[in-house]
């Protein structure tokens, strides 16, 4: 609790200035140092509504660790709250990509707070952060949001079908299929999800599971163009590999 008082410190001396934490941006590492030890943050969100940084704590340090060793450093608290002007003597480190593995308490806290309704709203804006980085060809960094979105929301079958699709533009086929059979068992009719994974199985030279999954993309839609397309294209491929 002494330690907890101390970063919650409300004399004037002890806070950085309003200024200060302005500049900081969601990403951003930064210390304090108490007691001898470098206490380690990283900030998640920052709400201005609330006037509210949202962070992960890492597990204290007798020793400053160097930009590099970050990710090494063990987690002790996977998310709190806290005042903007809650921290003494703030230092930045570095700045570091929020991941997915790093908002697990935050969206845990956002569950346990928050409405559906409010949750929906954080789980759309990151579909639409990924869909601008899809745009960018971004794609690893895509999928991350769309991550982000799926697991607030696990029957966001659009964000995995567009994770899919980023998966599809790496290359990773296999990755892919595994997100469209996702899709799949939240939106049984997928005409796109059931001829995106009949795409996947001819890149990866499965022809005969291309032609089920073509057959099946027809069921849906006998009159689907690029289903009977590649159909086509999947039975001649059979043909003269027999």
Same mark, same amino acid.
């Given at each position: 609790?002494?330690?907890?008082?101390?970063?919650?410190?409300?004399?004037?001396?002890?806070?950085?200035?309003?200024?200060?934490?302005?500049?900081?941006?969601?990403?951003?590492?930064?210390?304090?140092?108490?007691?001898?030890?470098?206490?380690?943050?990283?900030?998640?969100?920052?709400?201005?509504?609330?006037?509210?940084?949202?962070?992960?704590?890492?597990?204290?340090?007798?020793?400053?660790?160097?930009?590099?060793?970050?990710?090494?450093?063990?987690?002790?608290?996977?998310?709190?709250?806290?005042?903007?002007?809650?921290?003494?003597?703030?230092?930045?480190?570095?700045?570091?990509?929020?991941?997915?593995?790093?908002?697990?308490?935050?969206?845990?806290y956002l569950r346990q707070t928050q409405g559906?309704?409010?949750?929906?709203?954080?789980?759309? !804006?990151?579909?639409?952060?990924?869909?601008? /980085?899809? *745009?960018?060809?971004?794609?690893? =960094?895509?999928? $991350? @949001?769309?991550?982000?979105?799926?697991?607030?929301?696990?029957?966001?079958?659009?964000?995995?079908?567009?994770?899919?699709?980023?998966?599809?533009?790496?290359?990773?086929?296999?990755?892919?299929?595994?997100?469209?059979?996702?899709?799949?068992?939240?939106?049984?009719?997928?005409?796109?999800?059931?001829? !995106?994974?009949?795409?996947?199985?001819?890149? /990866?030279? *499965?022809?005969?599971?291309?032609? =089920?999954?073509? $057959? @099946?993309?027809?069921?849906?839609?006998?009159?689907?163009?690029?289903?009977?397309?590649?159909?086509?294209?999947?039975n001649q491929l059979l043909q003269s590999s027999?």
């Amino acid at each position: 609790m002494k330690f907890l008082r101390k970063i919650f410190n409300k004399s004037p001396k002890n806070q950085i200035s309003p200024d200060s934490t302005t500049q900081l941006a969601e990403g951003d590492i930064f210390y304090t140092f108490i007691d001898q030890q470098y206490h380690i943050y990283k900030l998640l969100k920052i709400d201005n509504e609330t006037d509210a940084f949202h962070v992960l704590n890492y597990k204290s340090q007798t020793t400053l660790p160097d930009k590099d060793s970050i990710d090494e450093l063990a987690v002790q608290v996977y998310h709190f709250p806290i005042d903007k002007n809650g921290f003494t003597d703030l230092k930045v480190l570095t700045n570091s990509v929020v991941t997915e593995d790093d908002l697990i308490g935050y969206h845990e806290y956002l569950r346990q707070t928050q409405g559906f309704d409010e949750i929906a709203v954080k789980a759309n !804006s990151y579909f639409s952060e990924a869909y601008e /980085l899809t *745009d960018e060809k971004k794609h690893e =960094e895509a999928i $991350e @949001k769309y991550s982000m979105a799926i697991e607030l929301v696990p029957d966001f079958y659009e964000a995995i079908d567009n994770r899919a699709f980023c998966k599809m533009d790496l290359g990773r086929w296999t990755d892919a299929i595994e997100d469209f059979r996702l899709s799949l068992a939240i939106n049984p009719e997928s005409l796109l999800a059931e001829f !995106s994974i009949g795409e996947c199985f001819l890149r /990866l030279s *499965d022809y005969q599971q291309a032609k =089920e999954q073509f $057959e @099946k993309a027809l069921i849906i839609d006998p009159s689907h163009q690029p289903s009977q397309d590649f159909l086509i294209k999947a039975n001649q491929l059979l043909q003269s590999s027999s």
